[in-house]
C-alpha cells in the first residue's frame, strides 16, 4: 500500500473516532434508531441526485445498505445509548478487523500473510484485554451489540469487495436510501410512533450537528476513502488500518466527554498500535516486492 494510502487510511481512523464522541453527543437528544435513520437520509440526500448509480449490482447495494446501515450502526447506536461508553466501543468495534481478514480468506479466497494474521490477532488481544476488564465502562448488553456490530461491519466489507464496485462513492450514497425505512420501522416498534415523531420534529441543534458529522464526515468523507482502499487493496491489507480507532476514540472521548482513561486501556491501546505495526510492515514489503517484480519484468521485456 502507498504511503499516501496509508495517511489516508488513518486519516480515515480519526474520523471515526470522534465519530463516537459524536454518536454519544447526538444519543443525547434523540433515540438511537432514530439517530441512525437519520444519519442515512442526510447521506442519501441531496446527493443521490447528484452522483451516478453504482456500477454493482442491485442486490450488493441493498445488502450494502441492510448490513452496515441497518444491522451495523442500528447494533452500535443501540449499544452506545444501552451503556457502552464512547470511548470503549470504539476499541471493542474493532474485532471486525480479525472478522474481515478470516471472512475474506474463507469467501473471497483472500489469503493473508502471516504476519498480517499475526497483527490482527496481536490486536484482538487488546480488545481480548478490555473485555475482561471493561472498568464498569460497559454494560453486557452494550458489549454484545457492539460485538454484533463488529461482524456486521466486517460482512459490510465482504460484500464491498465482492460487489467490485468501480465508483465507492456512489455506492455509499445510493446504499443509504436502504436504511432509513427499515430503521424507522423497529423504531416505532421499539420506542412508539409518537416517540419517534417527537424526536424528528423536534430536532435539537446539538442533535442537528451530530447528524451532521455523522453523515457527512464519518459516512460520505470516512466510508468513502475507505472503501475505494477496499476496492483497491485486498479486505486483509485495509481492515486492520481500523485498528487505530480506538487510539482516537479514547483520546476524543476522554478530552471532550470527560471519560476517564485507565492503565487497562492505556494497554489495549499499546497493544491495538503493535498489532498495526506487524501489518503495515507486512504492507509496505508486499508493496516493494511488488514494485521490484514489476521492475523485473520491465527489464526481461
Excluded at 148 to 154: E, R, T
Aim: with cysteine; proline share 4%; glycine share 10%.
Amino acid at each position: 500500500m502507498k504511503a499516501s494510502h496509508r495517511l489516508l487510511a488513518v486519516l480515515v481512523a480519526a474520523i471515526w473516532g470522534v465519530n463516537f464522541v459524536a454518536i454519544e453527543l447526538g444519543l443525547r437528544d434523540l433515540p438511537p434508531l432514530v439517530l441512525t435513520a437519520l444519519r442515512f437520509v442526510a447521506a442519501a440526500v441531496p446527493l443521490v441526485f447528484l452522483v451516478p448509480r453504482p456500477s454493482a449490482r442491485l442486490r450488493y447495494v441493498i445488502a450494502y445498505g441492510l448490513v452496515l446501515g441497518v444491522l451495523k450502526f442500528g447494533a452500535l447506536f443501540t449499544a452506545l445509548a444501552a451503556g457502552m461508553s464512547a470511548g470503549l466501543a470504539s476499541l471493542v468495534l474493532q474485532a471486525q478487523a480479525l472478522m474481515s481478514v478470516l471472512l475474506a480468506a474463507a469467501v473471497l479466497g483472500e489469503r493473508p500473510a502471516r504476519a498480517q494474521v499475526a497483527g490482527v490477532l496481536v490486536g484482538s488481544v487488546g480488545i481480548g484485554v478490555l473485555a475482561i476488564d471493561s472498568g464498569g465502562h460497559a454494560t453486557v448488553i452494550g458489549f454484545v451489540l457492539t460485538l454484533f456490530a463488529a461482524a456486521s461491519w466486517a460482512t459490510a466489507n465482504l460484500v464491498m469487495r465482492a460487489s467490485g464496485e468501480t465508483r465507492p462513492l456512489s455506492l455509499l450514497v445510493w446504499s443509504s436510501l436502504v436504511p432509513p425505512l427499515p430503521l424507522l420501522g423497529l423504531a416505532g416498534v421499539v420506542d412508539g410512533g409518537q416517540t419517534v415523531l417527537d424526536a424528528i420534529t423536534g430536532l435539537s441543534w446539538r442533535g442537528l450537528l451530530a447528524v451532521v458529522y455523522i453523515a457527512y464526515v464519518s459516512t460520505l468523507v470516512g466510508f468513502g476513502i475507505w472503501n475505494r482502499l477496499i476496492a483497491q487493496y485486498s479486505v486483509a491489507r485495509v481492515a486492520p488500518f481500523s485498528l487505530l480507532v480506538p487510539v482516537f476514540g479514547l483520546s476524543a472521548a476522554w478530552l471532550l466527554l470527560d471519560e476517564p482513561v485507565g492503565a487497562t486501556e492505556l494497554a489495549a491501546a499499546a497493544i491495538i498500535l503493535a498489532g498495526l505495526a506487524l501489518v503495515v510492515r507486512r504492507s509496505t514489503a508486499d508493496g516493494k516486492n511488488a514494485t521490484a517484480e514489476s521492475e523485473g519484468l520491465k527489464c526481461v521485456g
